[in-house]
């Protein structure tokens, strides 16, 4: 359940593909796209996080939902 995370996230760990990561709801505001890889702090983006999707044309096809593609944590 990627619901519930508003201005709360902290850090991330993408395990495949690209997500966005944005301050705004609805995917607006200040941006970044996060590749494979950990990311321990979010700097500028910490805490301040309202929308996350996966970006790129694997996800085109309505797969976007793959549970464990990236983990957010608080």
Do not use: M
């Not at 950990?38 to 309505?62: M, W």
């Amino acid at each position: 359940d990627r619901s519930g995370f508003n201005d709360q996230v902290k850090s991330a760990v993408v395990h495949d593909g690209r997500w966005e990561i944005c301050v705004d709801a609805d995917f607006s505001g200040s941006c970044s796209v996060l590749a494979p890889g950990s990311y321990p702090t979010l700097g500028a983006y910490a805490g301040r996080v309202s929308s996350i999707r996966p970006v790129g044309e694997r996800f085109s096809d309505q797969r976007s939902n793959e549970s464990h593609a990236a983990e957010l944590k608080t």
